[in-house]
Every structure is written in C-alpha cells, then in structure tokens.
C-alpha cells in the first residue's frame, strides 16, 4: 500500500513539476500606480468586461474619459452566459482575461485567492475613506485589496402604486412582515386570485431566503469561515417564507424570464422587495409603467427592528494578465472613483453607488416622475449605514448554489421541518465545502 | 537479435507511417490519460498547488448529492427520450424501407437533417418554441385546451422538454442505422412468410422485430451511453436547471472541471463512470449474445 | 389470391399510398418545423418573436437582425475560423489516420503491428471527457491556449479514424496492386499517397464528414479554449450572444441561422456521404 502510495506520489510529482509549478500562486507585485510623468501619456487598447446595464453605464462615459486620456482606446464587451467559468479559465490559461472586468462582490474572494489578480492595495489606499468598510472587506483576501467596489445593492420594496389604490393598501402602513403577508393576503382576495404580493420561484428561493437572512442579522458563514447557517435567524426566515407560500401570496415565476419581465406591466405581481439596482430594470423592460411606482423600506421582522438589507453589488478589478496596467488603473479611476462617474451610473443606469461620500448631492432629492414623484435615492441612501454585515466566503458562489438547491427541494417537498432543513443544509455545507461547522450552531448547541 | 534488428529494419516504413498519429497520440491522447488517473488522487484547481489526497476523492464520490442527481437525472432522461425515439426511427425507416416509395430521399434528408445542424442553433430555437407564452408548444396545448407548461423553467418539466428535443434531434440518426439492418434482412424471410400466407403484421412480429433485435439493442445502448456524456444540448438549454432537475453526468463533469475547478475529483468522475459505463456496456453485450444463441 | 398477393408485395393499393405519405408528409413536417420557426424568427422583428399567441407568418420582413449581427459581433471572423479550423481539423484527421491505417493494413508482418492496434483500439474504448483537463493544462503549457492549435490538433489523433481506414484499405486496395506499382519503382510514400488514397477516396469522404460535423459543431471544446472573440467560432459566438440575463434574440436567431446554412447546402449536395459518414460513425463503438 505504502508502495503504491509512494509511486503515485512519485507520479504526481512528475506531473507536478511539468505541469503545474510555473502556475504556483504567487501574487504579482502590488501595482504602485503611473509614474508621475506617465499619466498625460498612458496609451493603449483596452478590452473591459461588464455586464448589461453596467455595460451600457461605462459606454455612456467612454467619451468622457477618451477626452481625458486620448490614447487610450477601451472596448466594452456585454458579457455574456458562463461568466465566471469564462472569467477563471482565462485566469488559468493565463491568456484571454479583459483588462478590466466588473465581478459580483461575493466572487471577488474567490478570484483573489488564485493569485491571478492585480494588487491594488497601494492604489486604492487614496479612495479608502470613499467607501464603507464592509464593502472594502468584500473586496479583500488576506489583508490585500484585489477589487475597487462599485456600486451595491440596498433593498427596499418596489410596489405598483395603482394596485395599492385599487385595493386600499396604505404601503406607510406596512411594517412589519406580518402586515406586510396580511397586505398580500388581502390583494389575493381582492383580485380574485389574480394578484400576488411577490414573486418567488421554486428554483430560486436563495434571493428571499440571503436577503431576508441578511436582514434578520444571521449569516452562512461566521466571521472565520466556519458554517453558522443552522441559527435560529435562519428559521425564523424559512419560517416566514412558508407562511407566505403557504397563504398563497407569492407568484411562482422564474427571476429574469419573459414572464418574470412581463410581470412589470400586469396585474400579476404587486411588489418587488429587491436592492436598488432593481429599479434600472423596471425603467428598461417597461417604461410605460413610469409614475406607477413607489418604494417603501423592507417591512421588519418586529416592530422596530432592521428594514434594510442588500442583494448584490458589484466591484471591479484587473486581472494580473494584464499588460497595460497604467491604462488599466486610469480606466478604472476615472469610470468607478470619481463621485462624477458614480453620480451618473446611478443616474442614468440605477447603479447605487458603493461611494458613501456622494451620498450629499442634491441629486439624491430629487423627486422622480418614474415613481410618481418620490425621491426613491434619497430613500436608498437612508439606510445604507444599517445593513447588516455578511461575510463572504471564498466559496461563495458554490455554497450559493447548494443553498438554493437545498431549498429548492425543501418548498418542492411541502416545506417541511425547518430546523430538519437546516440541519441537513449545515451537514450538506460541511461535506460539500470542507469546512467546520460554527460553534453557535443549533446543532452544536443541541443535548 | 541482430535478426529482430533486421526485421525492423525492413519495415521501418510502417513504423514510419504510424508514428505522426502515434507521437501525437501520446502527447494528446496517452499522456493525458496517465495524468488525469494520477489527478484522480490529488486535489488540484490548476492554478494553485496540487495536494495529494490519496482516496478521499474516490471516498467523496459517495457523499455527492449532486452526482447521485446527475445520475438519476441521466437515467431518466435516457429512458425518457430513448424508447420512444427507437420506436419512431423503427418506424420511420419502415416506411422509407416500402419499395414503391417515391421521394424516399427528400424524407430521408428531411429527417436526417437535425443530426447536423448545430447544437446551439436546436437549444436555441427549441427554447423560443417552449416559451411559456409565446411558444407554439403551449400554443398547441392551448388548442386542445390545455393549461401551459412551465417548460425549462420547472424542475418537473425540465427533463421532458429535453427528452422531446432530444427524440427530434436524434431520430433520424437512428432511422439510417435500422434502415441499414431492415435492408440487410434477406427477402426470402419474407418471401417463404408470404407463402404460408402470413399477414403484414404476422412478418414484422416473427421476421423483422427478431431479426431487428441487435439493431434495437445496439441503438438502445449508445443512445444511452450517449446520455450520459451529452453536454451541448443540456448546456445551452438549461444549463443543467432549474435547480439541478436537467444536470447529467457530462454536463455536471464540465462544471467541477471548469466552472469550480476542481480538476482532481473531476477526474475522479471521469475514471469512476468510464468504468461503470465499460462494465454495464460489455455486460450487455454479453448477455444478449449468450442469449441470442 | 394471386392478384392480392402480387397488390400487396407491389403495394399499389391507394388506400396504403395514402397512409404512407401522409405519415411521412407529417414527420416530416414535424422535423423541419423548427427550421422554419428558425428562418421566421431570423426574419421577426424583437416583439414578433416573443408574440402571443406566436406568429406563424412574417408580418414584414425585418433585415435589422441581421445588420446587428454584422455590426454588432464579429460574424465574419467567426465564420472564417470555423471554416479554418474545421478544414485543417479535417485534413490533418484525414492524414493520420489514413497513413497509419494504410501502415497497419498493408505491412501485416510489422512485429509488434497486432499490439499497437490493438492498444489504439482498447483506448477508443475511453470517452474523451477523462482527457480535457490534462489536455487543457498541457495547451496552458505550452501557450496554446487561444489559438487555432488548440482547435486543431488535439482530437486529431483519431483511434476510430485509424480503424476505419485500415479497413477501408483492406476492402479496397488489393496487395496485387501495390506490389505492381513497387515493381514499377513506385515509393512506399508514392504507394500511399498515388495509389492508396485515391482509390480511397469515398472512405474518406466518409470520415471527413463525420469530423467535419463533429468539429463544426464543437462548442465545449471551443468554450473551453478560444478565449477572446477574435478566436470564437460560430457556435461559441452565437452562443455568448445570450446575456446572463438578457438574450438578444433577433442577432441569435439571424447568426444562427447563418451558421446553419453551410453544413445543410453541403448535406443537400452530399447526402449519400454524409449519411455514409455519420452511419460509419455509428461502428466506432
């Protein structure tokens, strides 16, 4: 046995050694910035990754920015379907990755941990008082700073006003979760079975479920990374998520389809408890909707307690392939750290900016004809100091997927047992994941 | 030894002609058979260094909810989509097999011609076509008065949507092969059957179905086979969704391999369903053999 | 008795014609349905596409899917690398396996002839899924990632293609022949190349449609190596069209079918090959 362990040691090492040592994960040097003669005369071609608005966001400033820096010439791709796999075999091959590319906060990690990501932990110390500090941790690994935060996504309810008048549902009046499922349940009457309060899908129950958990204060993970899914936060959510299946009050569509999209300019969704972001898709998919829109803070879970969470955001980042760094970077400063280029994503595509110290401008007062005259930004700053942490783990996106797999099959056998659920949930994350199980676990605490 | 020398000597021309494919096929085809069953015990993301594992990865395979879905996803799917697809090309190439018929090469190149078509373009218009409200699937339900089906976005509806896609895509493929096998059935079976006065169905149930019998076989199992290392078409239809409802054993290979990186228990899979798809097929082929005679 | 017999062998009967066709006519019917929802589509503007109930004709006839198609993705350039690499694909496939399927055929008394093929047969036996990481890994190595090498050349080491030559020779090319030529001072390279691979020739057909098929359609493979969009092949390109949450479905189904078009003008022109290729295909197992 030892033998043959020895000789598959002996084997991978070979393998080892012509295949995998030049790839060893050493993170370049930090990128110290462009010399101080360099900046007028950066030069180069650029190709930078994003995805729809965001996308559409960074083509809207490009002239802007080519006024500034006239030698450099960047491409925007609309990335499309499979971005993280596309994103990580460019890492590995070590060719193909854009210049600059926009990722999802909870990849960022992930990312980093590869070694394959430039270091912008010198860079970015000059914007650090910009952006709250939970944000930046999202964009660390190991103390270093790999990602430039973006835009983030607070949450709030997003309601069709004329539904509300219709059926005499006063949203100042919904505070809590409980008044909020009696709303629904009201409006299911009313209509005849034909409007239901929010939409959520059998196939992706995780949205509601990390919003909600995110919002109650529980977490997947605890702060060194070990399993704290199974808490008694967490069944209280699943328990209200039944509750509101169970009344009938949730419309079962799946998120970004032609129905789900349909649903904006129908009668058959009321509301739409999701993050800021939310609002850029509603003004594109059905403008001639404007006016009948309102936002009200997430109901809370007892009179009193948190009404806000967030949903999604994104950093960006440039990958360690790159040749153009001082491009690059140039890019990256002047389309995400300048309050004017936050300012105007938000502005013209509803990307909520990450950057805290813009939250003063007046523009955020303005009332806004799209949602009948509310001044739904000043709304969204209001609680951004309140969201609760959540911490990301390397594996997000894995454990992501394991979460909405589990619940998947919970709401498809009945709801059952939530605590069961959860158990079997933490068991799930442990084997799947490799990690230890938090010592605040109810199973943990269990006799 | 000088003999063995000589020998070789004289055919160096067949040594020479192999060797482009076979130097090739070491770099490209061996080598990375050696390696990926040596990765099998190690956990590597490619990018990182690799650890070796020993059996931990052969151990996980046990405790993976998801390969036991893919699994089972796979097998239903199989048996979803393979009978009635045997069935129709059965049929198909009966038809096509009738002496008289003209125009027998237009039905055979209209049937044939989604085996070429490429896979994205099928996943793609099958998905406008299965559209909960404006495909012409629910479209046609409609007519006949009957609720729409929550096509590709359904965890129950997933592997039947496949399963329809898949008998259109592949029927005519079998179609060529049965046609191959009814034209090799000698007429004289059919000849002596007519004779003693036997009726058309009387023929198909004791000459052609018996005499079809490997051909059903032979299909069956590669189609099955088939179903286990698709990738395309659940690739760009459903992406393996809702949930995990359409993942299989091929597409769920691509996403350890290539969307986790996890390229060590990746070639774990790999090895492990090689072999048991080695096994089930020669047991197969065994038993109808043993059985045939 | 006689007369009803001889009807029904002939199966003249119109009552039987008439099941026949009709059965045919509606299969039919049912496979090139998707096609035509394909040319339509390629033809609708973005809201017919998603109408309800569908539109089963064209209201006007849209050419805006296809100018985004050009203005908007690099089509050609797509279309020119799979061209590219499918044919050099192809020929290189086409080569090896015939030179050392020629090889295993006509020098029967090589030593070591009966292992060696055997062995390349054994490893037909293994799918090609166990072979992607090391493959991609050794591409990463030696800086092929990206180019049109990693499209090329591996899988062009075809076990089937080796057997399905050495038995094409066999069938074909009798030893007599070659032996003449040999005598006339003929090479052994001359045999192979002036006399074997013509007479080779519809055996080849046979197997380069069946790669060319495979290769064309090739979309794992491609996702997995052709990394920027200057490399992309048809369906890699039509397949990144579709937005994570956004599918611009006039551009997919106007490139779609454009990349649809070659393999079937080529099937109508080809068929007796193609069907040939695809059912010599059908042995490999």
């Known amino acids: 046995m030892s033998g043959v362990r020895r000789l598959f040691g002996r084997a991978l090492a070979i393998l080892a050694i012509s295949n995998v040592t030049p790839y060893l994960a050493v993170a370049g040097p930090p990128y110290l910035g462009p010399g101080p003669a360099a900046s007028t005369g950066i030069a180069g071609e650029l190709r930078v990754d994003s995805w729809n608005i965001a996308a559409v966001g960074l083509k809207a400033l490009l002239p802007e920015f080519s006024a500034t820096y006239p030698n450099i010439h960047a491409t925007i791709h609309m990335s499309g379907a499979q971005l993280q796999a596309r994103f990580m075999l460019s890492l590995a091959a070590g060719v193909g990755a854009p210049d600059v590319t926009q990722l999802q906060f909870p990849e960022v990690a992930r990312y980093a941990a590869t070694g394959r990501l430039t270091d912008l932990t010198e860079v970015a110390q000059r914007y650090w008082k910009d952006f709250p500090e939970h944000v930046w941790k999202d964009c660390m690994h190991e103390g270093r700073i790999y990602a430039i935060p973006w835009d983030i996504g607070p949450c709030g309810v997003f309601y069709k006003r004329d539904i509300f008048e219709r059926y005499g549902i006063d949203p100042g009046k919904i505070e809590t979760w409980e008044d909020y499922l009696a709303a629904g349940q009201r409006l299911l009457q009313a209509s005849g079975g034909k409007t239901r309060m929010f939409i959520h899908p059998t196939g992706f129950q995780d949205v509601m479920f990390e919003m909600l958990l995110r919002q109650r204060g529980g977490q997947i993970f605890d702060e060194a990374g070990r399993i704290a899914v199974n808490s008694s936060e967490s069944l209280e959510v699943l328990q209200l998520l039944k509750r509101f299946v169970e009344a009938g009050t949730t419309a079962n569509i799946q998120f970004w389809s032609q129905p789900f999209f349909g649903s904006f300019s129908t009668d058959t969704v009321a509301t739409y408890p999701m993050a800021a972001w939310f609002g850029g898709f509603l003004q594109d998919y059905a403008p001639g909707t404007s006016g009948n829109w309102g936002v009200f803070p997430l109901p809370a879970f007892s009179p009193g307690g948190v009404r806000t969470s967030s949903y999604g955001g994104s950093a960006v980042v440039i990958p360690d392939q790159c040749v153009l760094k001082d491009a690059a970077w140039s890019f990256l400063e002047f389309m995400i750290c300048r309050p004017a280029s936050q300012l105007a994503h938000y502005q013209n595509f509803n990307l909520f900016p990450a950057m805290t110290t813009v939250y003063g401008d007046s523009f955020f007062d303005e009332p806004l004809v799209f949602y009948g005259g509310q001044a739904v930004r000043r709304f969204f700053t209001q609680n951004v100091e309140r969201i609760p942490v959540m911490h990301h783990t390397q594996d997000w996106l894995e454990t992501r997927l394991y979460v909405r797999q589990s619940l998947g099959k919970w709401a498809g056998r009945g709801m059952g047992d939530g605590a069961g659920f959860l158990a079997d949930l933490e068991a799930r994350l442990a084997r799947r994941l490799d990690r230890e199980i938090a010592p605040g676990s109810l199973s943990q605490a269990a006799p | ?293 | 008795m006689e007369d009803a017999r001889q009807r029904d062998m002939d199966g003249t009967s119109r009552a039987r014609q008439f099941v026949v066709y009709g059965m045919l006519g509606l299969l039919a019917l049912l496979v090139l349905f998707p096609f035509y929802w394909l040319i339509l589509s390629a033809f609708k503007s973005k809201e017919a596409i998603f109408a309800a109930p569908p539109q089963f004709y064209l209201r006007s006839l849209e050419l805006g899917n296809f100018n985004e198609v050009f203005e908007q993705t690099r089509f050609f350039r797509s279309f020119f690398n799979s061209v590219f690499i499918a044919v050099l694909h192809c020929t290189l496939t086409l080569f090896l396996s015939s030179l050392a399927g020629y090889a295993f055929a006509v020098y029967p008394h090589a030593p070591g002839r009966e292992r060696l093929f055997a062995f390349v047969l054994a490893t037909m036996m293994i799918p090609g899924v166990v072979t992607l990481i090391p493959v991609f890994t050794i591409l990463t190595k030696l800086q092929l990632v990206n180019t049109y090498t990693a499209m090329i050349v591996p899988g062009a080491a075809n076990a089937f293609g080796i057997f399905w030559m050495r038995q094409s020779v066999q069938q074909h090319i009798h030893p007599d022949l070659l032996d003449a030529a040999r005598i006339d001072g003929c090479s052994e390279f001359g045999l192979y190349w002036r006399i074997a691979l013509p007479l080779l020739r519809p055996a080849l057909a046979a197997l380069g449609i069946l790669v060319l098929i495979g290769n064309w359609n090739n979309l794992m493979w491609a996702f997995i190596v052709l990394r920027t969009d200057e490399m992309y092949t048809l369906p890699l390109m039509i397949y990144l069209l579709q937005g994570e949450m956004r599918t611009p479905y006039g551009q997919v189904m106007a490139a779609s079918l454009l990349a649809t078009l070659p393999l079937v003008i080529a099937f109508l022109l080809f068929q007796r090959q193609f069907i040939q290729g695809i059912a010599a295909g059908a042995i490999k197992s």
């Not at chain 2, 002609?17 to 015990?41: D, E, H, K, R, W």
């Not at chain 2, 059919?190 to 023929?203: D, I, K, T």
């Not at chain 2, 790999?270 to 082929?285: E, K, R, S």
């Open chain 2, 1 to 293: 030894m000088g003999a063995k020398r000589r020998s070789l000597w004289a055919y160096r021309h067949f040594y020479l002609f192999i060797s482009p494919f076979f130097i090739l096929f070491a770099v490209l085809g061996l080598y990375p058979l050696v390696f990926s069953f040596v990765l099998s015990f190690a956990r590597w993301d490619g990018l990182t260094e690799a650890h070796w594992v020993g059996l931990n990865n052969f151990v996980n395979l046990f405790g993976d909810e998801l390969l036991r879905e893919a699994l089972w996803n796979t097998l239903v799917l199989g048996f979803l989509y393979v009978p009635p697809m045997l069935i129709g090309a059965f049929i198909l190439a009966c038809l096509l097999n009738t002496g008289w018929l003209r125009g027998r090469a237009f039905f055979r190149a209209a049937v044939f011609i989604p085996v070429i078509t490429p896979m994205v373009v099928v996943a793609l218009v099958f998905g406008l076509l299965y559209d909960y409200e404006s495909g012409i699937f629910n479209y046609v339900l409609g007519l006949f008065g009957i609720a729409p089906v929550p096509w590709l976005v359904d965890e129950d509806w997933s592997k039947p949507a496949l399963a329809i896609l898949l008998v259109w895509r592949w029927t005519g493929y079998n179609m060529v092969l049965m046609l191959a096998g009814l034209q090799s059935i000698s007429k004289e079976y059919y000849e002596a059957a007519l004779l003693e006065g036997a009726g058309p169905l009387q023929r198909l149930r004791y000459i052609t179905l018996p005499l079809m019998r490997p051909v059903f076989l032979f299909c069956g199992i590669m189609s099955l086979i088939g179903t286990v290392y698709m990738f395309d078409e659940i690739f760009v239809m459903t992406s393996g969704g809702p949930g995990a409802s359409s993942l299989n054993i091929g597409l769920y290979l691509f996403n350890v391999s290539f969307v986790d990186f996890r390229f060590g228990y990746a070639s774990t899979i790999a090895y492990t369903v090689a072999f048991f798809v080695f096994i089930a097929t020669l047991f197969i082929f065994r038993f109808q053999r043993s059985e045939g005679n």
